[in-house]
C-alpha cells in the first residue's frame, strides 16, 4: 500500500500564493498518478489537478487552469499543487490521492473515479484579508 500525507495549507489572502505539498511513503509503485481534490462545505469533492509519475502528463480542472500548476519531484516522493491568485471559490480542504490504474493517464481532467484506494487526510485552504 501507499500512504499519502499532505501539508502546507493555511490562511492566504485574496490573490496571493500557496503550495501545499502531498508526500508518498510505503508501496511508491502502486501510485501511477497522483491527484489532488478538494472539497468545499456543503459541495461535493472535485478534482483539481492530477500528474503521470512516469512522464509527468498533468491535467487540471478549468476552474483553476492557468492558476494553479501540479508538479512532483520523484527524488523526494512528493508532489505538489501550487496555488496561485487565490479567489474566493478556492477555500477548501485539499485531499491527494494516489490512482493504481493506468487509466489515470492521459485524462482531460482530473477524475475521481481512477482514485477509489489511496487517499490522504487533507489539508485545509482558507482565503482570508
Known amino acids: 500500500h501507499v500512504q499519502l500525507m499532505e501539508s502546507g495549507g493555511g490562511s492566504v489572502q485574496p490573490g496571493r500564493s500557496v503550495r501545499l505539498s502531498c508526500s508518498l511513503d510505503?508501496?511508491?509503485?502502486?501510485?501511477?498518478?497522483v491527484g489532488w481534490f478538494r472539497q468545499a462545505p456543503g459541495k461535493e469533492r472535485e478534482g483539481v489537478a492530477s500528474i503521470s509519475r512516469d512522464g509527468g502528463r498533468s491535467a487540471y480542472a478549468d476552474s483553476v487552469q492557468g492558476r494553479f500548476t501540479i508538479s512532483q519531484d520523484n527524488a523526494k516522493h512528493t508532489v505538489y499543487l501550487q496555488l496561485n491568485s487565490l479567489k474566493p471559490e478556492d477555500p477548501a480542504m485539499y485531499y491527494c490521492?494516489?490512482?493504481?490504474?493506468?487509466?489515470?493517464?492521459?485524462?482531460?481532467?482530473?477524475?475521481?473515479?481512477?482514485?477509489?484506494?489511496?487517499w490522504g487526510e487533507g489539508t485545509q485552504v482558507t482565503v482570508s484579508s
Open positions: 490521492a494516489a490512482s493504481a490504474t493506468v487509466s489515470c493517464i492521459g485524462v482531460e481532467r482530473p477524475s475521481e473515479q481512477y482514485y477509489e484506494k489511496y
Open positions: 510505503g508501496d511508491r509503485r502502486v501510485a501511477i498518478c
